[in-house]
Every structure is written in C-alpha cells, then in structure tokens.
C-alpha cells in the first residue's frame, strides 16, 4: 500500500502536468482541376492546424482565388438562371442577374411587394423566436416551407429547467465544490506536489492529509486554490504523521467560506453510495462516484521516505480516485463527509495519491480515513498543535498476515518490549503472545492491530484475545497514550 508523495514518509513530488490530448494530424487537401473542381465542405482537420500552416477550406465553386470558367456541362459556375424580381428597386434593365421581373414579362407585373413582405415576415419571426422561445419560429416556417427536410427542435435553456434535482450528483457536486481546494505544496528545496483539501470550519481551517503538506511544513510554501480560481497561502496548522491527518489555515480566509458538513462514519454500510472529489493528477475539481467497497480495511500507508508509517482502519471505495486525490472528501449520498481519501492499491508496485509522475492510477481500490477519527485528530491540531495516540504499551511485529499480532522480544533502541507499569504489563501480557482480537475485531497482523487501536481514545477499555503456549486467553486493557510524534 502506498500514499500519494509528497509529505508524511512521502518524498516531495512536482505536480503532473495536465494529460496531454493528442490532435490529429491535419491532411492536405488535394486542389481539384480548375475545369472540373468539385464542391466541398471544410475539412475537419484543417480546422486542428496552427495558425502557421492555415489552410482556408474549399468552398463550393472551385480553389479560393479561381477565376469563373465558362458556362457549359460541368462548367462552374452553372449558367445564369432567368431574371429574378428586384424586390427593392422594383425593376431594372438588361438580362443579368440582377434584372428587372417587369422587363422580362410584359404581360403584367408580380406583386412582388407581397411575397417579399411574407419571406421577410418568417425571417423575423425565426430570429424573434430565437429569444422567446422555438413556438412561433417553427409555426412560421411550417406553414411557409414546402421543404421535405426535417425540423429540428431545441431543447429548452432556461434555469429552471437546468435545475438538477436534490440529492443526484450533480446537486451534491455543486454544493461541495465550493468548499473544495487543490493544495500546492513546495519545500525550501523548491520540490513538492499537488493535494487537496476541504474547508473544516469558519476559522480558515482546511483538513487534509499529512503527507500532502509534509513537504512544506518547514520554511516551504503552501497555497490552496478554490473552484472559483481564487488562490490564497496557508501555513501548517499541524500534522500527525501516524494518522496522516493535516491542518493547514489560510493567511487571508475569504468571508463566505462554507465548511462541508461532517457525517458519521461509524453508521456507514458496506453498498452506501460515495463521491470523490480531487485533483488526480493535478486536474482540479474532479468528482467521480462509487460504493463503499468495505469497511475496518487495515491499511499501511508509506513510500520509504522514512521509517514511519501511518496506519488506519479504513473505510474502501471504487470511486476512482488518483494521485492528487489525497486530503480530499468522500462524501456520502447525503454531501456529507464520511472520510478524506489518502491511498489507493496500485496495479503495479510504486504510487499512492499524490501529484507525482511515475505512478500508477486507480484500479477500484481507494482507501479513505473515516472522519469520525479525522475530527478528532484535527480538534487536537487545532487546539494543541499535535496529536495523542492511544497506546497498549507493547512493541509488536510488523510483519503482515501473521495470523496475528506478535509482541517483540525487544522493543526500539533495545528497550523493552513491553513498557514497565503500561497499559500491557498492567494486563499481563509478555514478549512471544499473540494478538488474534481486539475487541470483536480478527487481528492478523501488527499493523492491523496498531490501525484499530487508533480508532480508540486513551482511556478506552478495549478486550484483547491472545494466545500463549497454544491456549487462548483474553483481558480487558485500558489503553494509554502518546502525545506527538515520538
């Protein structure tokens, strides 16, 4: 499992550029005979070129700049049809095109004046049509054209028709955009990379993930851009490497921030519908839906930067969500956030969410931390600059799918595994037991056990089933703490 990269054991990245969109490449058009030249339409491609090798497209009639070859079969242009009404002058002389309708029949005059004013009647009646609605236009044209061609029909523009309905996605997109930022962040090396974030409350708080910040946490930069366009620096409120929970503020909050409302996710069910919204790959303001694919995924997250690793019990989504979608919300079908998206299960080894190259996107496996966790590590930012882990006071193996969680002979540095007088010793636990649950919950693993610790507070009681010398046994532990990220 990996994070995006660019903060909590996440090497700083560059943001990716947008995806290239290939044009095709525009084709000649062949220049027709000036004898015999054949009416055509523009060519698409030649639409797609540079303005340096703009080619005009054909019109009917010839190469652009072709003088009129005679009258004749095949000729261009065809010969001069009979002389038409001058509507506007009421006669003329000479047998050109613009000859008078009188001159050419004597026998008595057209009331031209008539059906000119008819033409010019369903003329006006479309245009008007055009800005109070489809009705009179169509009627017009209906009643005085004789053609067999088809009429199309418009569909109506007006606002309260583009209305979207309460509760479809794009009702709820359009309310959470807003309250929605692409975070960039740069390191005092001048490396960094794209995330996002949401507004958390009125004070200018924005959560994310820490990895997202990590980089420019000290004497880097960080700006955060709403949907609107409008960009605004921030500064590291805190961050907790283990949780990989961040709280960034804006220097100058503008006054109608809107914070997204917080949901439960302990009332969460496996099929619930979800909705994304990122910057995967640097593209602001992207949603994408799914389901809640599962919930209590035990998840490391890490991409070697460092030793540390952050854990959580998480809530799994097929929502499409890629590098850049890190820090950002996962809505419920109510707008509500249930969690902030932060890792993803590549295709391929390499790549979480983050703004970098070189990695590998979404295969239908997105890991979310529930926000019921998240509010609480960001209230303890917020207030102390740092978080507080509950803790059992025992070094556990790290290994995965172990069929449990095995406390270490020793612990870090040579100290001991389990810490005198803690909240382990208290229960009697000993190098060499093994943890199968916590709670009603199957440990398999050392990072599983330390994700659904966390989903606790210090002072919790927490019922432990561990095995030792092939027997089981099980003891309650009131879990300790540990403040920072020591």
């Known amino acids: 499992m990996s994070t995006e990269n660019e903060g909590n054991e996440v090497p700083p990245a560059p943001s990716a550029p947008p995806v290239p969109v290939e044009t095709p490449a525009a084709s000649a058009e062949p220049v027709a005979p000036a004898s015999t030249p054949d009416p055509a339409e523009p060519s698409s491609a030649a639409f797609a070129q540079e303005p340096a090798a703009h080619q005009p497209p054909a019109h009917a009639g010839g190469t652009a700049g072709a003088p009129p070859q005679a009258s004749g079969a095949g000729a261009w242009p065809p010969p001069q049809p009979p002389a038409v009404p001058s509507y506007a002058q009421g006669g003329g002389s000479g047998s050109g095109w613009g000859a008078s309708y009188a001159a050419q029949h004597p026998e008595g005059p057209k009331p031209a004046g008539r059906r000119g004013g008819l033409i010019a009647a369903v003329l006006v009646a479309a245009l008007v049509a055009g800005g109070v609605g489809g009705g009179i236009g169509f009627w017009a044209a209906d009643r005085n054209d004789d053609s067999t061609g088809s009429t199309t029909v418009s569909a109506s523009n007006t606002p309260a028709d583009l209305k979207r309905d309460p509760g479809t996605v794009a009702d709820i997109a359009g309310k959470a955009l807003p309250s929605v930022v692409t975070i960039e962040a740069q390191g005092g090396n001048g490396e960094g990379g794209t995330g996002t974030g949401f507004v958390y409350d009125t004070q200018g708080h924005i959560l994310t993930n820490n990895h997202v910040v990590a980089s420019a946490a000290d004497g880097g930069k960080l700006a955060a851009t709403f949907s609107d366009g409008k960009k605004y620096d921030a500064e590291v409120v805190g961050r907790a490497e283990g949780y990989d929970v961040a709280v960034i503020k804006l220097k100058e909050k503008p006054s109608n921030l809107k914070p997204l409302p917080l949901g439960n996710s302990d009332k969460v069910a496996v099929g619930d519908s979800t909705i994304a919204i990122g910057a995967p790959f640097g593209l602001s303001n992207t949603v994408t839906t799914g389901i809640v694919s599962a919930k209590d995924r035990p998840v490391t997250s890490s991409d070697g930067a460092s030793s540390k690793s952050s854990y959580m019990s998480a809530l799994q989504t097929d929502a499409s969500i890629n590098p850049g979608n890190s820090g950002g919300p996962l809505l419920d079908a109510g707008g509500a956030v249930i969690g902030i998206n932060s890792a993803i299960k590549p295709a391929e080894s390499g790549g979480g969410l ?133």
């Open 354 to 486: 983050g703004g970098g190259g070189g990695q590998s996107g979404s295969i239908g496996l997105g890991f979310a931390i529930p926000v019921n966790q998240a509010k609480n590590v960001a209230q303890q930012l917020i207030k102390n600059g740092q978080a507080v882990y509950p803790v059992i006071g025992a070094s556990v193996s790290l290994e995965e799918s172990t069929g449990g969680a095995t406390i270490s002979p020793e612990g870090a540095s040579g100290s001991e595994a389990v810490t005198p007088n803690g909240p382990a010793d208290k229960a009697g636990l000993k190098p060499g037991d093994v943890i199968t649950k916590l709670d009603d919950t199957v440990i398999d693993s050392g990072p599983t056990l330390i994700g659904q610790i966390w989903t606790h507070k210090p002072g919790d009681t927490v019922e432990i089933t561990y095995k030792r010398d092939g027997k089981e046994h099980k003891v309650d532990v009131v879990l300790g703490q540990r403040k920072g990220e020591s």
